[in-house]
């Protein structure tokens, strides 16, 4: 494992958001109850802007804001965070929710796509055991059942939603490098905010269910606001900054033990029971972080490519 505390760091950094993130999923499913899903989609996304707002105001001033690359960012964020969600909206809607999960545990191999492509990355012995362990421990960590999947058109749209988001972080990170980690997530989250809201108004106007606000009890509104500034403010700023430091394959490995956090968070908050298939799929994505990002594996594929 590489010893660099800049590695360390973003790696801290990736573990972080992608277990602030897992609180979504649990507050989602209690709201989603009695609001309609594009209007919380809407509320959160508004709420992390405003957030993620105040704290760049503070920590870089107006000036730097001003200044900042605004419809670069702007387009960024609007093509890969607000049109990738409205997608994953979309695809699960017209599929089912196991079609989702095995779209999201595809995230490494998004990842390597986009370096693939942008960045002519060539992909060694190494990454590819890696990028298929975190690939097998999604599937596992997602408590998929591929008997339950249905792969048509929803199953299309969720996956360019993956590849989106893989290609949005790895423009944030490479495009907006003049920005603070806190300026590159604000900007590309407004862009976002601005194709949600046209989504939002779309709905609205064609008269499409899920724009209904819910219920705003103390209990739902502290969802929310744990929703809005936990898992998706906090955990995106999290996610760009050590997305930043490893680049988007090795980052995106974490993506995949996700889904056992949200188990654990259950079990522990919901009364909700343990699953050791879901905890065996997380160790492997676990082993599969370290294997990406291992010395020794790295150079015994250097020597594998010579023989």
């Excluded at 055991?129 to 059942?145: E, H, K, P, T």
């Excluded at 929310?224 to 997305?243: C, D, E, K, N």
């Excluded at 430091?245 to 029971?273: D, E, K, R, T």
Aim: glycine letters at 10%.
């Amino acid at each position: 494992m590489k010893n660099s505390n800049g590695s360390m760091t973003a790696n801290l950094a990736c573990f972080l958001a992608m277990f602030m993130w897992a609180f979504a999923f649990p507050a989602s499913e209690v709201l989603l109850q009695t609001w309609g899903v594009v209007a919380l989609l809407l509320t959160r996304t508004l709420l992390a802007v405003g957030a993620l707002t105040i704290i760049w105001l503070w920590i870089d001033g107006f000036e730097n804001i001003k200044s900042a690359p605004w419809f670069h960012g702007l387009k960024i964020g609007g093509i890969g965070f607000g049109v990738g969600a409205i997608l994953l909206l979309v695809g699960q809607k017209m599929s089912d929710p196991v079609t989702p999960a095995i779209a999201a545990a595809m995230m490494p191999i998004a990842g390597a796509a986009v370096e693939v492509v942008l960045e002519k990355r060539v992909l060694k012995l190494h990454l590819i055991i890696a990028i298929m362990l975190a690939f097998i421990g999604g599937i596992l960590a997602g408590g998929v059942n591929f008997s339950n999947a249905t792969f048509g058109v929803g199953a299309l749209f969720c996956l360019i939603a993956i590849v989106l988001f893989a290609w949005v972080t790895h423009a944030t990170t490479n495009d907006l490098k003049s920005l603070s980690p806190i300026g590159q997530t604000t900007i590309t989250l407004v862009g976002s905010l601005i194709v949600v809201t046209a989504a939002y108004v779309a709905c609205l106007a064609v008269g499409i269910n899920g724009t209904h606000i819910g219920l705003t009890g103390t209990t739902d509104l502290t969802l929310l606001i744990i929703m809005a500034v936990g898992s998706i403010a906090l955990a995106q700023l999290l996610w760009i900054w050590g997305a930043g430091g490893l680049g988007i394959l090795f980052a995106s490995l974490h993506m995949n033990i996700a889904p056992f956090y949200v188990m654990a968070i259950v079990v522990v908050f919901m009364g909700g029971q343990w699953n050791w298939s879901q905890a065996f799929g997380a160790t492997l994505v676990g082993i599969a972080v370290l294997i990406a990002q291992s010395r020794q594996f790295a150079e015994f594929s250097n020597a594998s490519n010579k023989i």
